[in-house]
């Protein structure tokens, strides 16, 4: 899957959704997505399979575990294995839940 895919994959929840972060304000839910890591098969001094990690936050006002089951069911039906984790952000009055994935 290609970033670009991932990008329409995660459009079909209807959340706005942007790279990095929105220029202008934007209220909750919505999800921002960046390049975290590569994780490359190398050998031979030759890079053999890009594997490139990403981070993907949803970002909500409330707990919302439908809005969360939205997000996950895109990489599920896309075959994304992914981590999780939560945290809240008290100044923002959000809930951020950062989703780990790898793109091959």
């Given at each position: 899957m290609t970033q670009e895919e991932l990008v329409t994959a995660l459009e079909t929840t209807s959340i706005p959704i942007v790279y990095g972060e929105?220029?202008?304000?934007?209220?909750?839910?919505?999800i921002t997505y960046q390049f975290s890591s590569s994780a490359d098969i190398?050998?031979?001094n030759q890079n053999y399979v890009d594997?490139?990690?990403y981070q993907v936050?949803?970002?909500?006002?409330?707990k919302s575990p439908v809005t969360e089951k939205l997000v996950q069911d895109v990489f599920k039906l896309n075959g994304l294995v992914y981590s999780k984790y939560e945290s809240r952000i008290s100044e923002e009055k959000l809930y951020q839940i950062v989703y780990t994935i790898q793109l091959i």
């Open positions: 929105f220029e202008e304000e934007v209220n909750a839910p919505f190398k050998a031979d594997i490139s990690g936050e949803l970002y909500t006002d409330k």
